[in-house]
């Protein structure tokens, strides 16, 4: 099964959370000083805030599959589209190990497709390369 992921930057993380708390009805699932995530059930989704306040707005939307053998038919529809594809592999990243590849729609939009194997402390171990239209992807690692 696959949960869509959003992830907005925000200015205020605290005044986020609680907006997105009364919205969702519900805590985050992993709250760090600089960083929210709720993973719902309904709707089925990985809702992230950062707090990057000089950037506030939409970051980047991706497809998290639940099981490693899902990722490979995902990462192979993300080729087909005819966009730019960054795979980027293994990587921690937003607190957590992955598995992950990039591409970018017609518009701009950066999408990444992922399974998440491994919860960290840490949000990334390399720096966080900054992208157009996305804050988040720590393309290097």
């Not at 939409?58 to 080729?79: K, N, S, T, Y």
């Amino acid at each position: 099964m696959k949960r869509l992921h959003v992830s907005f930057n925000v200015a205020d993380l605290d005044k986020s959370i609680g907006f997105y708390e009364k919205l969702f009805a519900q805590a985050p699932t992993v709250v760090k000083n600089d960083y929210a995530k709720w993973l719902l059930d309904d709707p089925r989704m990985n809702f992230v805030l950062e707090a990057r306040g000089d950037s506030p707005g939409f970051g980047h939307a991706g497809i998290q599959v639940d099981e490693q053998e899902e990722l490979q038919p995902l990462l192979e529809r993300m080729q087909a589209a005819e966009a730019p594809y960054m795979p980027e592999g293994v990587t921690t990243c937003c607190y957590a190990k992955s598995e992950k590849s990039w591409s970018v729609d017609p518009d701009g939009v950066f999408w990444e497709g992922f399974y998440t194997f491994h919860q960290s402390e840490h949000r990334s171990q390399s720096e966080v390369v900054e992208t157009p239209k996305s804050t988040c992807s720590c393309l290097a690692d």
